[in-house]
């Protein structure tokens, strides 16, 4: 379910993910490039989300 949320709100997934300090710098960034850009530098972001949700379930599956 996070997956899907990362492609609405990249940096709430990442706060969920367990990264609170890179949500917050997240979203500082993501606003002005969606306001900016018109939405070209989303994608960058979804692909930050799932990347670091993925770390997330990988450091699960090693404890």
Do not use: C, E, K
């Not at 500082?28 to 939405?39: A, Q, R, T, Y």
């Not at 989303?42 to 990347?51: M, N």
């Amino acid at each position: 379910m996070n997956y899907i949320l990362a492609l609405l709100l990249p940096p709430l997934s990442i706060l969920l993910a367990g990264r609170p300090i890179v949500a917050i710098v997240t979203f500082i960034i993501w606003i002005p490039s969606i306001l900016i850009s018109g939405g070209l530098g989303h994608p960058i972001f979804i692909l930050l989300a799932w990347i670091l949700i993925y770390q997330s379930h990988a450091d699960r599956r090693a404890r």
